[in-house]
């Protein structure tokens, strides 16, 4: 599988918030979610609760830009939130 079809089946699972998982490796790595923890989350499991706590608070996702140059890729992901206050927004998102 390539990079390209391993994003595209990784963002139209979380699109659709169901098996996206598959697309995550036993040591993946994450840095985000919180600014003041800069050292990676390791591991497909924690990184599965990260994203169904994350999954919660947007409605929809899709992809605005996939940029991708071998092994590395750059996807800009719009998202449309909705917080527990009932404020609604739509924010980019851009995920190395």
Do not use: H
């Amino acid at each position: 599988m390539t990079t390209k079809e391993l994003l595209n089946s990784y963002y139209k699972g979380l699109a659709e918030k169901k098996e996206w998982e598959s697309a995550i490796s036993d040591d993946f790595k994450f840095t985000g979610g919180d600014m003041t923890k800069t050292t990676p989350v390791v591991g497909k499991q924690t990184y599965i609760e990260i994203i169904n706590r994350f999954s919660k608070l947007f409605t929809s996702m899709r992809v605005k830009e996939m940029m991708v140059e071998g092994d590395s890729a750059c996807v800009i992901g719009n998202y449309d939130y909705v917080f527990q206050n009932g404020k609604e927004i739509s924010g980019d998102v851009a995920e190395i």
